[in-house]
Nanobody, 115 residues
């Protein structure tokens, strides 16, 4: 069974920071690519960042230099450190696990950037 539980979302002022966590219940967590995606109202779900088993990362251009994805394999947890937040970062953020047959998604956590 695969379960992903996001936490850490909330209301933040522009320029502020937030750290999202995704607790993963996955056997073999350390070998899978994990990611963060987001979806704003009326928009498609989009890639934010991914991190592979070996630690390589990939970021959307819109967040590059501001967001950092990391993982703690001992805790089966993936993080998204978000700095210099902008109103356009407002969205529901979803954790994703890329397993061989399919991907799994968490329920999402709301991030609102507003003054």
């Amino acid at each position: 069974q695969v379960q992903l539980v996001e936490s850490g979302g909330g209301l933040v002022q522009p320029g502020g920071s937030l750290r999202l966590s995704c607790a993963a219940s996955i056997t073999g967590f350390s070998i899978y690519t994990m990611g963060w995606y987001r979806q704003a109202p009326g928009k498609q779900r989009e890639l934010v960042a991914t991190i592979a088993a070996g630690g390589s990362t990939n970021y959307a251009d819109s967040v590059k230099g501001r967001f950092t994805i990391s993982r703690d394999n001992a805790k089966n947890t993936v993080y998204l450190q978000m700095n210099s937040l902008k109103p356009e970062d407002t969205a529901v953020y979803y954790c994703n696990a890329q397993l061989p047959v399919r991907s799994y998604w968490g329920q999402g956590t709301q991030v609102t950037v507003s003054s």
